[in-house]
């Protein structure tokens, strides 16, 4: 039986790489994979970007209302080619319901699905999709990478300009906007609380 993995990490923990690296072992040997991420991620549009400069483009968008078995049903086509993976980025914005859909597609149509994302938001909350996936997932893994001090890092601190913000919507991509930039930096928790002062949520 095909298994729904998570795997999961504070940002700049090497996510979409290992994920685009997982889909290069699996057509080194001939086998096809799916690659989709939600909509809401508009940094590369259509494009799964690594923070080391690999890309590669999606098969399919998911937007808040659209099934991935559908939409994953459309992307294979009437060829009659299997799908070996479906690997899934930024599955943190997924809404519970299409994680739903994601457990069933490795259940009931046999094919294993890799989904990539963080767990928390900027004010340490969980997203919904991460919190169903750390729920039903077959298989979670934890990537690790390290704060500026060189402890683990655990959460996602949100910088407009040089400044760690700790209020606003619990969406917003880094890179985007007019006017000052939104960036994220990994902290450990003890890091974390220093820039809150003290506050956790």
Same mark, same amino acid.
């Given at each position: 039986?095909?298994?729904?993995?998570?795997?999961?990490?504070?940002?700049?923990?090497?996510?979409?790489?290992?994920?685009?690296?997982?889909?290069?072992?699996?057509?080194?040997?001939?086998?096809?994979?799916?690659?989709?991420?939600?909509?809401?991620?508009?940094?590369?549009?259509?494009?799964?970007?690594?923070? +080391?400069?690999?890309?590669?483009?999606? =098969? *399919? /968008?998911?937007?808040?209302?659209?099934?991935?078995?559908? $939409? @994953? !049903?459309? #992307?294979?086509?009437?060829?009659?080619?299997?799908?070996?993976?479906?690997?899934?980025?930024?599955?943190?914005?997924?809404?519970?319901?299409?994680?739903?859909?994601?457990?069933?597609?490795?259940?009931?149509?046999?094919?294993?699905? +890799?989904?990539?994302?963080?767990?928390? =938001? *900027? /004010?340490?909350?969980?997203?919904?999709?991460?919190?169903? $996936? @750390? !729920?039903? #997932?077959?298989?979670?893994?934890?990537?690790?990478?390290?704060?500026?001090?060189?402890?683990?890092?655990?959460?996602?601190?949100?910088?407009?300009?040089?400044?760690?913000?700790?209020?606003?919507?619990?969406?917003?991509?880094?890179?985007?906007?007019?006017?000052?930039?939104?960036?994220?930096?990994?902290?450990?928790?003890?890091?974390?609380?220093?820039?809150?002062?003290?506050?956790?949520?």
């Amino acid at each position: 039986m095909a298994k729904l993995y998570f795997r999961y990490g504070a940002m700049n923990s090497g996510k979409s790489t290992g994920l685009l690296q997982a889909a290069y072992n699996y057509e080194e040997r001939g086998q096809r994979v799916l690659l989709a991420k939600p909509r809401i991620d508009t940094k590369g549009a259509t494009q799964i970007e690594s923070r +080391l400069g690999m890309t590669r483009e999606v =098969d *399919f /968008l998911l937007g808040p209302d659209d099934d991935p078995r559908a $939409l @994953l !049903a459309e #992307a294979r086509g009437d060829t009659g080619a299997g799908v070996a993976c479906l690997l899934v980025d930024e599955a943190q914005f997924l809404t519970a319901e299409q994680v739903d859909q994601l457990f069933r597609v490795a259940v009931d149509d046999d094919i294993p699905v +890799l989904a990539y994302g963080i767990r928390n =938001d *900027f /004010l340490t909350h969980a997203f919904p999709g991460s919190a169903r $996936l @750390l !729920a039903i #997932a077959h298989t979670l893994e934890e990537l690790k990478t390290i704060c500026r001090c060189g402890r683990k890092a655990v959460f996602n601190g949100r910088r407009i300009g040089d400044d760690f913000v700790f209020d606003g919507e619990q969406v917003a991509i880094d890179g985007a906007g007019d006017e000052l930039v939104t960036t994220y930096e990994s902290l450990c928790g003890h890091c974390y609380l220093e820039e809150s002062g003290g506050r956790l949520g």
